[in-house]
């Protein structure tokens, strides 16, 4: 194993970590934030969905760590986020929550 | 480098081997905490039996009011006599505070008497009241009975490692951790139905590995469950960016949010001046409202025309280990007219269905529901859980005695040394804490001032010197010694007892004094276990050298790595 092969691994292994740690946080926030405007009742999906975030986030942990490439990993989460933050907007926009 | 070694890696070979990496790591960075937060969680199922042990002058004074129960309630103070001392003091010492809450009397109309209130700085504050003269109880001339954390001390480490807000998203992060490698551990495993049935004795790593999977497999359902209520209960802590993205952020945001959810319709200050009006009308209707006696009388506002007087009750034991939410009645009235504004009933909540699950999840993760029973069901299951992060970081270290796999490089042997030292001091090292505690908590001089502090400088000392030792002492060995001393320590704690306060286990089961006794029977069972494991320990290590095996394996931790074969067979997949 030549010096850049343990290089590129570990540059691997931090961006796995990355991708789990904080994309995982990022797309449960985005997720309770998506849940805040799901109803008139704010407060209601929003309480329902702090409690279902976890659900995302332990889904993307092990997604992570799954042999997809990390490039491929971080096209899932950003796209996942830009989902639900987009959906966020638009029920807010046009439906006025 | 061989090919086959680059299938182990994060992210490498399948998807199932890619999981079983991440499980083993994932597993064994969290293991040490996870075990400590499950141990003493599982401790903190008996709470308050742990404190009724390390209050022994409490026992004396508990035994006479239990006698006098019935006959003596006609000479203590009425309710309303109780109610008018509280506030008589809350208006004569605390007089612009935000919010007064008096706790006039137990479930029986008598017991203590006690008042909190908000101070300027928006901390709670409380003090207790005679309950024969309404006069400020002096904290000197409480009788001299030894200050200490009790239980409690368990419940505050398992949550929030005594360290507070910090410890708290330590401990979440932990929590989540062993969501991960329960979800990864479940797919590396597929064998799951097979499992429950399969036990390979004295085979080494195998035995370990069966053992591993045998407690996770069986208590599944509640580790999941346990693990989860346990984030979920802290979610609007962990999870804050709805409340950034709809209330703002900062400590006002959150309080709004927190109006939003619990106090819906809370009012403002009206600036309007207007005294409290007598509060035991409020309190005999709201009783009649929820159905429960009052144990809190919480008035927002005292003093102004905007004031709210809310009655909050007892929860009768037998009702409570029938429902799953734990709440309890209240009943809100404004002050100024005595209208009702709010009624939530026994098990109720002022929400929606979200809030009902949060009011359960809390249920859930505390065992609130089901009486002694779940209690004890959640203590075993709680151990089951122990034992699954024990055999987990020891098959870890097992499996790596046989067969270096050079993970860290260069200074892979040095790690491999660090771990095993984690091993000991988190797994042993930790059960010497607790029982230390309880030593610490008999050996003390009573009238010591920050008497409850150094119990717990105590626990962490212990700890800290079993890590040293495990660090300094060859793993067999620091693994015997700390055995042995976790047994000499429980075994000879009823002693101890005898010998410092002249209680002994005797004579609480005769008494029937159950939670004294069970505290006792409980640390000599454990004395005996770890006194069995200590002797299976020497008896194996001395078995070692006449079976010729490398003279490196004197060097390496337990001798159940022994069996080169078995070392080979088994791999996580």
Known sequence: MSQSDGLRSDWGLGSRLAAAVLGGYAVSSAWVVLCGAMSQARLETMVGGMQSSWLWYVAVVIGAFSPASPRRIWGVLLILILAMLAATAALILLKGR | MQPAKKESGAGKGSFRQAQAWLHTWCGLWFSWLLYAVFLTGTLAVFEEPITHWM???????EQAEALQAGSERETASSMSQRLQWGMAYMQR?????????????????????????????????AAQLDPASGNTVDASEVPRVRQTLGGHHFVDFHYQLHAGQLGLWIVGIAALAMLVALVSGVITHRRIFKDFFTFRARKGQRSWLDMHNAVAVLTLPFQFMIAYTGIAISCSTFMPAGIAAYFGTGAEAVKSFQVALNEPGKPQRSGQAMSVPDLESFVLRGQALIGQPVRAVVIDYPGDAAARIGIYGWNDADDLSKRLSPSSGMAMFSAATGELQQLRLPGGVDGGAASLTQSVIGGLHMATYGGLPLKWMYFICGLAGSAMMATGAILFMVKRRGKHQGEFGSSTSTVYRMIEAANVAAIVGLGIACVGFLWANRLLPVEISQRSRWELVVFFALWILALIHALLRSPPLAWRDQMAALAVLCLLLPLLNLVTTGDQLAAYLLDGDWEGAGVELFAVAVGVAAAGAWAWMRKTSGLKPARKQMARELSKGLPVAADASAAKQGSLS
């Open chain 2, 55 to 61: 209050t022994p002058e409490h026992h004396a004074h």
């Open chain 2, 93 to 125: 010492q605390h007089p612009g505070a935000d919010m007064w809450e008096l706790w006039p009397a137990d479930a029986k109309g008598g017991g203590d008497l006690r008042v909190y209130w908000f101070d300027g700085d928006g901390q709670y504050a």
